[in-house]
C-alpha cells in the first residue's frame, strides 16, 4: 500500500508551564485547546486597536492596509478555530465565554453569527445532499457561473432558507440563535454607519461580512466539488481531503475533510493520523486526495479548468497507476451537475 508521507500537524502547540497558561488550562475541557485561547487574544489585540484608529482618523488608504492584515492573515485561522469550537465542548468556566468569544470572532471579521447553527443544524446534518443549504449536487462545479449563483443564492435567501429548515426541524433555539444575532449584527453596522462614521464602518465591518462569506462559499465548493454520483450522501466520496498544504498549518487541519465529516467532533491534531490510518479504506472507496492544494486552489482550478494541475497534484493510493489523461477524465466524471429531478436513491443512473 502506497502511502504519502504526511508533514501536517500531528500535536497541538505546547507552552511554558506559567500562572497565564495554567490559569488558560483551568478555563477549558482540553488543555490542547490552550491555543485557541491564546489566538483569540492575538486577533483582538491587533483587530482593536486597528478599528479604533479607523473611527478615530479615517483616510481611504487605511482600507487595503485593514484588508491585508484582516482577511487573509487573520481571518483563515480564526473561522477554523470557531468551527473546531463549535464541534467540541470548548470553555468549561464560565460556560458563558463560549458565546461572547464567538460573537465577538464574529463582529471582528465578519464571520456568519449563524455559522455553528448552519454548519452543525443543517450541513453536517444533510452532508451535501439537496436538503443541505450550500449543497453542491445540482451545479455543475468546474462552471465559474453555477458557482456565481451558488455564492448570491445564498447571499439573499439564506435567512429565509435557513429560518425555513430549522423551524420545519423544530431546532428552534437553533433558529433564534442565528437569526436575533444576525438582526444584531446587521442593525450595530447600520448604527455605526448613520450615526457614527460611514466610511469605516463600511472598511472595518460591512465590506468584511460580505467577503468572508464569498471566501466561506469559495471554501465549501472546493470541499465538496467531487462527487460520486452514485453515493452522494457517502462522505468518503462526497468529499475531498487536502494533505501537506501550508493551509492545514494555519488552519488547524482544516484540508482533512473526509475525516471530518465521518467524524465531525475528532480532534484537529487526530486528523493526519486517521488518514494514515485508513489509507487503504481510502484507496478502496475511491476517495480524492491532493497533495499541496488547499480548497480555495481547488476551486480555482476548477474555474480555470486546469485539470492538468490538479492531476499533478492527485495522490495516487495503493495500486492506483492511472496516467494524468486517466485522473483528468475521472475528475471530470465527478464535477457534474445532479439534477433535481433525479432521486437521491437512483442519482447513478443519471451518470
Not at 26 to 41: N, P, S
Not at 78 to 89: D, E, K, N, Q, Y
Not at 138 to 146: K, S
Not at 225 to 254: E, H, W
Request: aromatic share 12%; charged share 20%.
Amino acid at each position: 500500500m502506497s502511502v504519502p508521507a504526511v508533514t501536517d500537524p500531528t500535536t497541538h502547540p505546547t507552552y511554558a508551564p506559567s500562572a497565564f497558561q495554567k490559569a488558560i488550562e483551568g478555563m477549558l475541557y482540553e488543555a490542547r485547546d490552550a491555543v485557541f485561547v491564546r489566538l483569540t487574544l492575538k486577533v483582538t489585540a491587533v483587530m482593536v486597536p486597528l478599528i479604533a484608529v479607523l473611527y478615530w482618523r479615517f483616510e481611504w488608504w487605511m482600507a487595503p492596509i485593514f484588508w491585508a492584515i484582516q482577511l487573509p492573515f487573520l481571518a483563515p485561522p480564526v473561522i477554523l478555530m470557531l468551527h473546531c469550537t463549535m464541534h467540541r465542548p470548548f470553555i468549561r468556566k464560565p460556560r458563558v465565554l463560549n458565546n461572547v468569544h464567538r460573537y465577538l470572532m464574529s463582529a471582528l471579521f465578519g464571520i456568519p453569527t449563524g455559522y455553528m447553527e448552519h454548519h452543525i443544524g443543517v450541513h453536517h446534518a444533510e452532508n451535501n445532499l439537496r436538503a443541505d443549504l450550500s449543497s453542491t449536487m445540482r451545479y455543475q462545479r468546474d462552471n465559474v457561473l453555477h458557482w456565481l449563483v451558488y455564492l448570491f443564492h445564498f447571499l439573499l435567501f439564506t435567512h429565509v432558507e435557513l429560518t425555513r429548515y430549522l423551524s420545519a426541524k423544530k431546532r428552534t433555539g437553533m433558529l433564534a440563535r442565528a437569526m436575533i444575532s444576525d438582526a444584531v449584527h446587521i442593525t450595530a453596522m447600520v448604527l455605526l454607519a448613520v450615526f457614527v462614521n460611514g466610511p469605516a464602518t463600511f472598511v472595518a465591518f460591512i465590506a468584511p461580512y460580505f467577503t468572508i462569506r464569498f471566501m466561506m462559499m469559495v471554501g465549501n465548493w472546493g470541499q465538496h466539488a467531487f462527487l460520486d454520483p452514485s453515493r452522494p450522501g457517502d462522505s468518503f466520496v462526497n468529499s475531498i481531503t487536502c494533505i501537506n498544504v501550508a493551509y492545514n498549518k494555519r488552519c488547524f487541519n482544516d484540508g482533512y475533510h473526509i475525516g471530518h465529516h465521518i467524524k465531525q467532533n475528532r480532534h484537529w491534531t487526530e486528523l493526519p493520523g486517521d488518514f494514515l490510518a485508513n489509507v487503504e479504506r481510502y484507496a478502496k472507496e475511491g476517495c480524492i486526495v491532493f497533495e499541496g492544494l488547499d480548497f480555495f486552489m481547488v476551486s480555482v482550478l476548477l474555474f480555470l479548468h486546469r485539470y492538468d494541475v490538479l492531476a499533478k497534484h492527485f495522490v495516487r493510493l495503493g495500486a492506483d497507476q492511472r496516467t494524468d489523461a486517466e485522473v483528468i477524465e475521472f475528475l471530470k466524471s465527478r464535477v457534474k451537475r445532479i439534477p433535481d429531478d433525479v432521486p437521491e436513491g437512483e442519482i447513478a443512473n443519471a451518470a
